[in-house]
């Protein structure tokens, strides 16, 4: 029962090239992010949306966009793809933080390699 | 920005083996600790939200404890099998709980 799908689980794209990578959740999730893993480093986050058509930067959002048009959907765009964005990119959904507290929920990842 | 720092960074057991690991956080502004354990070719799952000073979790045979005075939390785990190797990483959200920063985990590797 996967329950936030991830549209590629390895991608090879070019420098330059304009790259989507799309994010579904089926949990009704309010929030969702997106975040890059390197070897040796934590999760960085580059985007998130606490709603629909909501987003905000997270610690690195450079060279990246998104887009979230219906709520449960988050893209993520590399503008112009170089190659030190070659990484393992972590989707994540989390329902709205209220009285209590939630972690989250990940895709099982997009690797992209950009050449 | 908060530093999240885990450790070891590796840990190989023999099957059977209890064992822990440790992350530390600051302790200021304190807003919660989460657990996940992230299997290879896998999408990492939740294994404990944590918030109060003095908490203990327990899911099967793993277990957790949080300190925010002193900023650390230990994951444990009594008799590691096989299926437990995976990296586990420990995340510290800020308040409202959007910029969460993760640690760089500790990978385990249990031996049959």
Known sequence: DVKVTQSSRYLVKRTGEKVFLECVQDMDHENMFWYRQDPGLGLRLIYFSYDVKMKEKGDIPEGYSVSREKKERFSLILESASTSQTSMYLCASRKRQGARIYGYTFGSGTRLTVV | ILNVEQSPQSLHVQEGDSTNFTC???????????????????????????TLNGDE????????????????????????????????????????GFKTIFGAGTRLFVKA
Request: charged letters at 20%; glycine letters at 6%; a positive charge.
């Open chain 2, 24 to 50: 530390s956080f600051p302790s200021s502004n304190f807003y919660a600790l989460h657990w996940y354990r992230w299997e290879t070719a896998k999408s990492p799952e939740a294994l404990f939200v944590m």
């Open chain 2, 57 to 96: 979790k327990k899911k099967g045979r793993i277990s957790a404890t949080l300190n925010t005075k002193e900023g650390y939390s230990y994951l444990y785990i009594k008799g590691s099998q096989p299926e437990d190797s995976a990296t586990y990483l420990c995340a510290s959200p800020n308040t409202g």
